[in-house]
């Protein structure tokens, strides 16, 4: 079986495309059955990692409002987005899949406030 990691931790070609694959997906599921939901609505992934032998594909998400509402509210829909995903897809297996809140533009504001206050 080949390694999906390489030495350096990255996911390979395969890994790279089936996860791109899945957020989009996964983007379309939210655009077509949660747009209604006021917490959902503000949700945008950012990005997505395979893992396991691609059996397994963590999701990077912001929201426009409270980050641990919107986490608490994928938490609770995620099987339901994971039973719709399998039917999207065409592959044998459907990954389990993680919400995981993607903080890099709060840190980029704070580390950009920290250079004008230099």
Do not use: C, W
Not at 62 to 83: E, H, N, S
């Amino acid at each position: 079986m080949r390694k999906q990691f390489d030495g350096a931790g990255r996911n390979s070609p395969r890994g790279n495309r089936i996860a791109a694959h899945v957020q989009t997906l996964v983007a379309e599921i939210l655009r077509d059955k949660y747009m209604d939901d006021p917490v959902l609505a503000g949700v945008n992934l950012s990005g997505a990692d395979a893992h396991g032998g691609l059996s397994f594909v963590k999701l990077y998400f912001y929201a426009a409002g409270d980050a641990a509402v919107a986490q608490k509210r994928l938490d609770d829909v995620t099987r339901a987005i994971r039973f719709e995903l399998a039917s999207r897809m065409n592959q044998k297996y459907t990954p389990e899949i993680k919400f995981v809140y993607d903080d890099t533009i709060e840190r980029a504001e704070r580390i950009e406030a920290l250079l004008k206050n230099l």
